[in-house]
């Protein structure tokens, strides 16, 4: 697959992931609108019931208060009767000077009477008028509950003719009650001045009691979403992985060709040679060739080694016979073996032994391939003439090799791949050095097998040092 066509299926794929979301997105906020209207129409149906119990609760009161006004009217014209028969036969006419003056001083305190009767009978018609908050409270609550509203609210009841607030039920929303309430007229039905009073409803939990009407649609969307988008990104991830493995496994390919291409060509131009009746044969030329052969042959035997061995670790049936061992004897066994190569190249190793402690429990056969693997590649990518530095030292319960070159460096891009199998280091079209991107792989999992970890310290055109660490041996 090239890269024009993942990149037009990415581009698809993410288009149609985007349209999926919004269009969720956009059912989900008509749900919410649907919620939101519900709540409100559940709240003006407990209201409306509560208004049509206060508003019947009044007209029987104005029908009571109408009966009782009656009834205190004839009640002040029998009094005024009575009293105004005892006045005249207390004061019979015509009335002289002396009978005059207490005629007009028992008038007046008849008339303060009679005006203080019909005061008292007024005061007790008016106590008769008052709006009872808690009991509209207590049918307000029992409504909301019936209609599903089952959340925090406040009450209020607001006078537009005194431009104040009645009653507030709690006190701590007196600017919510004013401005973001729901407003109903108490008492629609008698339109008077003294009916005039509002009641206020302010649901402080409003949005969050709507958001929970929809919360499991919420939550079902948004792992349907999660799992949408996370098989989308894995399914990228894997082509584009795929393709890169693709890329790799051709390198490597490619890379086997020339690598064992070489020796094998080594092998039959020196068979060739040998085998020619015109060439002299001598015993150095003997020598000579069959020194070739061998060499070629060893080259040929490590390669398909590192790729058994990739092939194994990868299946996860490598088989490790582990034993207490000297790390200090196989880094010695590893240098002179190196030694040799790197002198024929006009270059220096140094091996600094400096650990106390040196013994560890594993391989030795592997432990001695990570080495060797490490004194390799600085041969290979040294600038100009190898030079090697071995170094081990003690650390905490472990002890740590370091193996610095002097070759190119590794950016700090690359590093975080250095490790990767088949991964190798991009160098533009030269191809001076060979390999397989197995090496570096191979070493961190064998160290990690061990129970350590390598780390990498580099810079481009300063050269790498590679540190092993690995928990030391205690009885």
């Known amino acids: 697959m090239n890269r024009r066509i993942i990149t037009s299926v990415v581009v698809l794929t993410t288009i149609a992931l985007f349209g999926l979301i919004v269009l969720q997105l956009y059912l989900i906020g008509h749900a919410l609108k649907v919620r939101e209207a519900t709540f409100v129409n559940a709240v003006d149906r407990s209201v409306e019931h509560v208004l049509q119990a206060l508003n019947q ?105 005194t431009n104040s607030m009645l009653f507030q039920k709690t006190g701590y929303y007196p600017q919510e009650l004013l401005n973001e309430a729901f407003i109903y007229d108490m008492f629609p039905v008698l339109a008077t001045p003294h009916h005039a009073e509002k009641l206020l409803l302010y649901f402080p939990n409003e949005k969050r009691f709507v958001l929970k009407q929809i919360w499991d649609i919420l ?37 086997m060709t020339h690598e064992f291409k070489t020796p094998i060509s080594t092998i039959s131009l020196a068979c060739q040679a040998l085998a020619d009746k015109d060439i002299q044969k001598t015993e150095g030329l003997y020598e ?23 092939a194994v670790m990868e299946k996860g049936e490598m088989i490790f016979n582990k034993e207490v061992v000297d790390i200090d004897q196989i880094i010695q066994e590893c240098y002179v073996a190196e030694k040799l190569a790197v002198t024929q190249k006009g270059g220096t190793i140094r091996c600094d032994l400096n650990a106390k402690q040196t013994l560890i429990y594993g391989d030795k056969m592997h432990l001695k391939n990570v080495i060797l693997n490490l004194l390799d590649n600085a041969i290979k990518y040294a600038n100009g003439t190898p ?79 590679f540190f092993i660490r690995l928990p030391l041996y205690e009885v």
């Open 57 to 161: 609760n009044e007209i029987r009161k104005q029908y009571e208060r109408q009966v009782q006004y009656i009834q205190i009217q004839s009640n002040i014209k029998h009094t005024y009767d009575s009293i105004m028969k005892a006045f005249n036969n207390t004061f019979p006419f015509p009335l002289s000077g002396d009978n005059y003056l207490q005629y007009l001083e028992r008038a007046s305190e008849t008339r303060n009477l009679i005006q203080e009767m019909i005061l008292s009978y007024r005061q007790n018609l008016n106590e008769n008028l008052s709006i009872d908050p808690l009991y509209i409270d207590s049918l307000i609550a029992v409504e909301l509950k019936q209609h599903g509203v089952n959340t925090k609210y406040e009450m209020g009841i607001f006078s537009p003719l």
């Open 288 to 310: 000579t060739y069959i020194s070739m052969i061998a060499e070629e042959n060893r080259r040929l035997g490590t390669m398909a080694e590192q790729i058994l061995l990739s």
């Open 219 to 255: 939550g079902i969307s948004g792992f349907l979403i999660a799992i949408i988008v996370l098989c989308f990104a894995t399914t990228i991830f894997t082509i584009i992985r795929q393709k890169k493995l693709s890329e790799m496994k051709n390198d490597l390919i490619n890379n």
């Open 387 to 465: 030079k090697i530095a071995i170094q081990t030292r003690n650390i905490p319960h472990a002890i740590e090799v370091s193996v610095q070159d002097n070759g190119p460096g590794i950016s700090k891009a690359n590093q975080k791949r250095i490790f990767e199998k088949l991964y190798r280091v991009p160098t533009g079209n030269i191809h001076n050095v060979k390999g397989f991107g197995l090496g570096l792989n191979y070493v961190k999992n064998i160290v990690e097998e061990h129970g350590g970890f390598v780390h990498l310290n580099s810079e481009s055109k300063n050269g790498s040092t």
